[in-house]
Protein backbone atom coordinates (compact mmCIF):
# COMPACT_ATOMS: atom_id res chain seq x y z
CA UNK A 1 0.00 0.00 0.00
CA UNK A 2 1.61 3.08 -1.02
CA UNK A 3 1.24 5.99 1.41
CA UNK A 4 -0.10 9.72 0.56
CA UNK A 5 1.58 12.03 0.77
CA UNK A 6 0.64 15.83 1.64
CA UNK A 7 1.65 18.41 -0.77
CA UNK A 8 1.21 22.57 -0.12
CA UNK A 9 1.53 25.50 -2.17
CA UNK A 10 3.30 28.00 -0.79
CA UNK A 11 1.25 31.19 -0.43
CA UNK A 12 2.51 33.42 -2.96
CA UNK A 13 4.29 36.38 -1.33
CA UNK A 14 3.07 39.87 -1.22
CA UNK A 15 4.65 42.46 -3.88
CA UNK A 16 7.65 44.51 -2.66
CA UNK A 17 6.61 47.87 -2.97
CA UNK A 18 8.94 50.30 -4.39
CA UNK A 19 10.14 53.12 -1.67
CA UNK A 20 8.59 56.06 -2.89
CA UNK A 21 11.20 58.15 -0.56
CA UNK A 22 13.47 58.47 -3.31
CA UNK A 23 11.06 59.96 -5.83
CA UNK A 24 10.06 62.86 -3.54
CA UNK A 25 14.04 63.31 -2.80
CA UNK A 26 14.62 63.25 -6.53
CA UNK A 27 12.09 65.04 -7.65
CA UNK A 28 12.58 67.82 -4.81
CA UNK A 29 16.17 68.21 -6.46
CA UNK A 30 15.32 68.19 -9.80
CA UNK A 31 12.40 70.81 -10.09
CA UNK A 32 14.36 73.09 -8.27
CA UNK A 33 17.43 73.41 -10.36
CA UNK A 34 15.43 73.32 -13.55
CA UNK A 35 13.21 75.88 -12.72
CA UNK A 36 16.30 78.11 -11.60
CA UNK A 37 18.33 77.02 -15.29
CA UNK A 38 15.25 77.88 -17.04
CA UNK A 39 14.21 81.03 -15.43
CA UNK A 40 16.77 82.51 -13.63
CA UNK A 41 20.15 81.83 -14.27
CA UNK A 42 22.89 79.06 -16.02
CA UNK A 43 26.32 79.19 -16.90
CA UNK A 44 27.75 79.32 -20.60
CA UNK A 45 31.28 78.46 -21.70
CA UNK A 46 32.95 80.49 -24.72
CA UNK A 47 33.74 78.56 -27.61
CA UNK A 48 35.81 80.58 -30.10
CA UNK A 49 37.93 83.72 -30.52
CA UNK A 50 34.82 86.14 -32.03
CA UNK A 51 34.73 88.55 -28.63
CA UNK A 52 38.59 88.41 -27.91
CA UNK A 53 40.36 90.37 -26.16
CA UNK A 54 37.42 90.84 -24.16
CA UNK A 55 36.67 86.88 -24.25
CA UNK A 56 38.61 84.03 -25.41
CA UNK A 57 37.76 80.18 -25.42
CA UNK A 58 36.81 78.60 -22.38
CA UNK A 59 36.07 81.71 -20.47
CA UNK A 60 32.85 80.83 -17.84
CA UNK A 61 30.08 83.34 -18.14
CA UNK A 62 26.91 83.53 -16.25
CA UNK A 63 24.10 83.96 -18.10
CA UNK A 64 21.06 85.72 -16.49
CA UNK A 65 17.86 84.49 -18.16
CA UNK A 66 15.17 86.40 -15.63
CA UNK A 67 15.26 89.84 -17.84
CA UNK A 68 13.67 87.73 -20.85
CA UNK A 69 11.49 86.18 -18.88
CA UNK A 70 10.32 89.73 -17.22
CA UNK A 71 10.24 91.40 -20.40
CA UNK A 72 8.19 88.77 -22.21
CA UNK A 73 5.43 88.72 -19.08
CA UNK A 74 5.09 92.65 -19.68
CA UNK A 75 7.68 93.74 -17.01
CA UNK A 76 9.24 96.75 -18.15
CA UNK A 77 12.86 97.16 -17.23
CA UNK A 78 16.09 98.42 -19.06
CA UNK A 79 16.48 94.76 -21.27
CA UNK A 80 19.02 94.58 -23.51
CA UNK A 81 21.32 97.70 -23.27
CA UNK A 82 23.80 99.05 -25.48
CA UNK A 83 26.71 97.29 -24.72
CA UNK A 84 25.41 94.20 -23.05
CA UNK A 85 27.34 90.83 -24.13
CA UNK A 86 23.98 88.86 -25.07
CA UNK A 87 23.83 84.83 -25.78
CA UNK A 88 21.80 83.85 -28.79
CA UNK A 89 20.63 82.37 -31.57
CA UNK A 90 21.20 84.08 -35.12
CA UNK A 91 18.53 84.09 -37.32
CA UNK A 92 17.22 80.85 -38.86
CA UNK A 93 16.46 82.21 -42.40
CA UNK A 94 20.62 82.93 -42.66
CA UNK A 95 23.01 80.24 -43.58
CA UNK A 96 25.95 81.49 -42.06
CA UNK A 97 23.51 80.58 -38.71
CA UNK A 98 23.85 76.71 -38.77
CA UNK A 99 26.86 74.68 -38.14
CA UNK A 100 26.69 70.73 -39.03
CA UNK A 101 27.91 67.88 -35.76
CA UNK A 102 27.79 64.54 -37.13
CA UNK A 103 25.45 65.11 -39.75
CA UNK A 104 23.16 67.18 -38.17
CA UNK A 105 22.91 71.18 -39.05
CA UNK A 106 21.87 72.59 -36.05
CA UNK A 107 21.71 76.62 -34.69
CA UNK A 108 23.95 76.93 -32.00
CA UNK A 109 24.21 79.85 -29.23
CA UNK A 110 26.65 82.94 -30.01
CA UNK A 111 28.22 85.15 -27.79
CA UNK A 112 27.98 88.75 -29.05
CA UNK A 113 28.02 92.70 -27.88
CA UNK A 114 24.47 94.79 -28.72
CA UNK A 115 25.67 97.39 -30.85
CA UNK A 116 21.92 98.82 -31.41
CA UNK A 117 18.30 98.60 -30.32
CA UNK A 118 15.36 98.69 -31.76
CA UNK A 119 15.21 101.97 -33.58
CA UNK A 120 18.50 102.83 -33.85
CA UNK A 121 20.48 103.61 -37.04
CA UNK A 122 23.77 101.94 -37.33
CA UNK A 123 26.30 102.24 -39.68
CA UNK A 124 29.72 101.38 -40.12
CA UNK A 125 32.46 104.14 -41.50
CA UNK A 126 35.75 104.92 -41.17
CA UNK A 127 36.19 101.62 -39.40
CA UNK A 128 34.04 102.88 -36.49
CA UNK A 129 30.64 102.04 -35.72
CA UNK A 130 28.07 104.77 -35.64
CA UNK A 131 24.78 104.68 -33.81
CA UNK A 132 22.54 107.52 -34.31
CA UNK A 133 25.02 109.49 -35.63
CA UNK A 134 27.80 108.48 -33.06
CA UNK A 135 30.66 106.71 -32.83
CA UNK A 136 30.62 103.83 -30.61
CA UNK A 137 33.33 101.49 -29.25
CA UNK A 138 35.99 103.00 -30.26
CA UNK A 139 39.50 100.93 -29.94
CA UNK A 140 37.47 97.15 -29.16
CA UNK A 141 39.38 94.78 -31.45
CA UNK A 142 43.14 95.63 -31.16
CA UNK A 143 44.64 94.93 -34.74
CA UNK A 144 41.45 95.02 -36.44
CA UNK A 145 39.27 96.85 -38.22
CA UNK A 146 35.79 96.66 -39.89
CA UNK A 147 34.24 97.16 -43.65
CA UNK A 148 31.99 100.10 -44.27
CA UNK A 149 28.38 99.60 -43.91
CA UNK A 150 25.58 101.83 -45.20
CA UNK A 151 23.33 102.80 -42.26
CA UNK A 152 20.48 100.51 -41.49
CA UNK A 153 17.79 100.93 -39.15
CA UNK A 154 17.12 98.23 -36.94
CA UNK A 155 13.24 97.08 -37.06
CA UNK A 156 10.98 96.29 -34.43
CA UNK A 157 12.08 93.16 -31.88
CA UNK A 158 15.37 93.06 -33.13
CA UNK A 159 19.01 93.82 -32.01
CA UNK A 160 22.46 94.51 -33.91
CA UNK A 161 24.88 92.57 -32.62
CA UNK A 162 29.18 92.81 -33.40
CA UNK A 163 31.93 90.79 -32.07
CA UNK A 164 34.20 92.27 -30.14
CA UNK A 165 37.26 90.44 -32.71
CA UNK A 166 36.90 92.64 -35.24
CA UNK A 167 39.48 90.77 -37.69
CA UNK A 168 37.39 89.76 -40.93
CA UNK A 169 36.32 86.26 -40.57
CA UNK A 170 36.62 86.21 -36.74
CA UNK A 171 33.01 87.47 -35.69
CA UNK A 172 29.88 86.13 -38.33
CA UNK A 173 27.54 88.63 -36.44
CA UNK A 174 25.33 90.88 -38.08
CA UNK A 175 27.18 92.00 -40.24
CA UNK A 176 27.14 88.49 -41.89
CA UNK A 177 22.96 87.92 -40.93
CA UNK A 178 21.41 91.51 -40.32
CA UNK A 179 19.36 92.33 -37.06
CA UNK A 180 18.47 89.40 -34.18
CA UNK A 181 15.34 88.52 -32.86
CA UNK A 182 14.77 89.14 -29.16
CA UNK A 183 12.89 86.07 -29.11
CA UNK A 184 15.89 84.20 -30.19
CA UNK A 185 18.01 85.97 -27.30
CA UNK A 186 18.64 84.11 -23.87
CA UNK A 187 20.02 86.76 -21.93
CA UNK A 188 22.95 89.12 -21.08
CA UNK A 189 26.33 87.80 -20.32
CA UNK A 190 27.90 90.29 -18.51
CA UNK A 191 29.81 88.36 -15.66
CA UNK A 192 32.62 86.33 -16.55
CA UNK A 193 33.11 83.83 -13.52
CA UNK A 194 36.47 82.41 -14.75
CA UNK A 195 39.43 82.50 -15.25
CA UNK A 196 39.38 86.29 -14.41
CA UNK A 197 35.80 86.92 -12.52
CA UNK A 198 34.33 90.39 -12.88
CA UNK A 199 31.68 92.44 -15.12
CA UNK A 200 32.58 92.59 -18.86
CA UNK A 201 32.91 95.92 -20.13
CA UNK A 202 32.64 98.67 -21.22
CA UNK A 203 29.21 100.36 -22.22
CA UNK A 204 29.02 102.87 -24.16
CA UNK A 205 27.04 106.31 -23.19
CA UNK A 206 23.86 106.57 -25.06
Known sequence: MQASSDTTTPASSPPLETPRWWRHWLLGILLPVYLLTTFVGTLARVDGQSMAETLHSGDLLLLLKYPRWLAVWGVPLAY???????????????????????????????????????????????????????????????????????????PPGKIWVLGDNRRLGESLDSRAYGPVDLRDVAGPANLRLWPHPGLIGPHPER
Open 80 to 154: PRPGDVVIFKAPADSPYSFETVWGVAHRPYNVKRVMALAGDEVAIRDGEVVVNGRVVFQGLGEEGFLNPQAPLRV
